[in-house]
């Protein structure tokens, strides 16, 4: 049995106890789940991650892509993982019954991806990908798209993709160029080129089925213009037969992490036979593509999270059976020497790494609950779980991503200069991480996102919403003498975050947009450092009711560690808050006003 990488306590008591996940069976969209079946399905989760996804995680960042033939080969057991993906249901787990799929909230599947993710983040791309994919064609699609692809794609045979990069555009996408010509016989003929297209080609499957976005020819400039085909690699010709769709494969990028997955460069309409199907209406691709990224930006957040949870427990692991030095206090060298989880920068290290991954994944987890109220409940009340969604993904898929940076490096560091060797793993989970602030969008969009467009949504519905829930929970916690300190901490910064809001708007109107938005990444730290702070106090007040009742669901001392780490994150990573204030309040616009010539 491979050594711990995510805690089964934790997990469940965050979907149960504090986000109350088994509550969604009371909906008629998911009456044929229990709690007893969401169980179920995450003790199969962590049977498949510890027996088939964690025994090669070594072999797939030793062993990366590799084109061979015009083909991307990929490890030889991903072709058999993505039939097990499909044939037990986890790429189509969330899908409606109708297309075959289980109808599992969107918050269950998350929780399996973060099981999957913490065993061997590569091979869940390949899955979930598909997923996403599959899901923009039960959305947007005809019945015939549906009927062609979607049976191929639940069943492991076919992957999906999203394919949206270009050379010149990144993430730019109104500069995409990429053109659809339409042809007599209903379908567009495409021509250009795409890059770091995850899972863009591999071996492990049959067909690889790409949602492209294009611009039909003589279409508007600019984002209004982008319109999402289905382009398979491989067609059906008239006899039924596959056949070649001029989709090649130009490159495999070569990364510093994230290696069983492939990123690949794509070109399309070599020799003019690249057949490209509309899905739903010209000139809305960019809209419909939203759709699959959103989920995805949570899912970003979900996989960042993983990894730092594989880290923390790699790190802990190693931390209770690593004896160095004496406690300060102890100056006989005679004595034989201690482990070093009883030094207290180490105990340091560990509650960073411990406080950062458990918020993140109740931060997400919340965003999760958020999206299946939205497509659940009715009326103002989906509306307003939407609007919080909005708000909330900004910080979900930039808070768990640019903070398991640090917390991977903090389990590395524990190691000492053991952890800058190939024969441990924590050097591999600081290079896995990396490309979580750049998956999705980039941490500055993120925050250009939040501070340009969210945080003002429907003249600032959203912010009232989620504030107006988070100071309910602010009201619980002063009711316990434990949370209350933190519980008044946290109303403090948030006032003073609302303050710099207004101060922010007013330079807007003042300084215009560039200025405005200059640092708006700093106020996404900002705002997500609070959100994680709110969960903490969630968490708080879940524990403080597990203490007065005579529930023996949890041992004291996970209740014990669970306050240890809303200690350490008030104490320790909510004033980091007030210097991000100081620096959002300041005049001085040295980001901006910096001539090029004069960064030298």
């Known amino acids: ?293 959103n989920e995805a930006r949570i899912g970003v957040g979900v996989n960042a999270t993983s990894i730092a949870s594989a880290a923390y427990y790699n790190s802990l692991e190693y931390a209770n059976v690593r004896a160095q030095g004496r406690k300060l206090n102890e100056k006989d060298p005679a004595k034989p020497q201690t482990l070093i989880i009883n030094h207290a920068d180490v105990k340091r290290m560990l509650l960073f790494q411990k406080a950062v991954v458990e918020g993140s994944l109740s931060l997400c987890l919340q965003a999760c609950k958020y999206y299946d109220n939205s497509k659940t409940l009715i009326g103002e009340d989906a509306e307003n779980n939407f609007l919080k969604l909005e708000l909330l993904t900004p910080m979900v898929k930039s808070y768990p991503a640019e903070m398991s940076n640090h917390t991977t490096s903090a389990a590395l560091q524990c190691f000492g200069g053991y952890g800058f060797t190939k024969e441990f793993l924590a050097e591999l989970f600081y290079r896995e991480t990396r490309i979580h602030t750049l998956h999705e969008g980039t941490t500055a969009i993120h925050g250009m996102d939040l501070l340009g467009r969210k945080v003002m949504m429907q003249n600032g519905k959203a912010t009232m919403l989620l504030m107006q829930e988070i100071m309910q929970d602010i009201e619980e916690a002063k009711k316990y003498e434990s949370l209350k300190t933190y519980a008044e901490t946290a109303f403090d910064k948030l006032m003073k975050m609302q303050e710099i809001s207004m101060h922010l708007m007013k330079v807007a109107q003042k300084s215009g947009p560039e200025v405005y938005l200059s640092d708006a990444t700093l106020y996404l730290e900002m705002f997500g450092i609070l959100m994680i702070g709110w969960q903490w106090l969630k968490q708080g007040i879940k524990v403080e009711e597990l203490k007065l009742s005579t529930s023996k669901e949890f041992s004291t001392e996970f209740l014990q560690s669970k306050i240890n780490a809303l200690q350490y994150f008030f104490e320790y990573e909510v004033p980091k808050t007030e210097g991000l204030m100081t620096r959002l309040k300041s005049s001085n616009h040295v980001t901006v006003d910096a001539k090029p010539e004069e960064i030298l």
């Not at 109350?20 to 909906?27: A, G, L, P, S």
């Not at 787990?93 to 061997?120: C, D, K, R, W, Y």
């Not at 057949?275 to 990224?293: A, D, I, N, R, V």
């Open 1 to 293: 049995m491979p050594a711990k990488f995510y805690s089964k306590e934790n997990l469940r008591f965050l979907l149960f106890n504090v986000h109350e996940t088994e509550k969604f069976c009371d909906r008629e969209y998911f009456k044929e789940h229990t709690r007893e079946n969401f169980e179920l399905i995450l003790e199969s989760a962590e049977s498949l991650a510890a027996n088939q996804l964690r025994p090669i995680l070594l072999e797939m960042d030793r062993n990366p892509p590799h084109i061979e033939n015009a083909r991307i080969k990929v490890h030889p057991k991903m072709r058999g993982l993505m039939r097990t993906f499909g044939n037990d249901g986890w790429i189509s787990m969330s899908a409606p019954n109708e297309f075959g799929g289980q109808q599992v909230p969107f918050t269950v599947l998350q929780a399996v991806s973060f099981i999957f993710g913490a065993a061997n983040y590569s091979p869940t791309a390949y899955a979930f990908l598909t997923t996403g994919a599959a899901h923009l064609i039960e959305e947007f699609g005809s019945k015939e798209l549906q009927q062609k692809y979607i049976p191929k794609m639940f069943s492991g045979e076919w992957q999906g993709t999203m394919a949206l990069s270009e050379p010149q555009a990144g993430s730019s996408l109104s500069d995409v160029v990429t053109t659809a010509v339409p042809t007599a016989e209903g379908h567009y003929l495409l021509k250009g080129q795409k890059v770091f297209i995850s899972c863009g080609d591999s071996d492990a499957v049959d067909n690889i089925v790409h949602l492209m976005l294009a611009r039909i020819e003589g279409a508007p400039v600019g984002t209004k213009g982008i319109s999402l085909f289905v382009v398979p690699r491989m067609r059906a010709a008239e006899d039924g037969n596959l056949v070649f769709n001029d989709v090649n494969t130009a490159g495999v990028f070569h990364k510093m992490g994230y290696h069983g997955a492939p990123i690949a460069h794509l070109m399309m309409g070599e020799k003019n036979d690249c057949h490209g199907y509309l899905l739903g209406e010209p000139h809305k691709g960019l809209s419909y593509m939203f759709t699959m990224m």
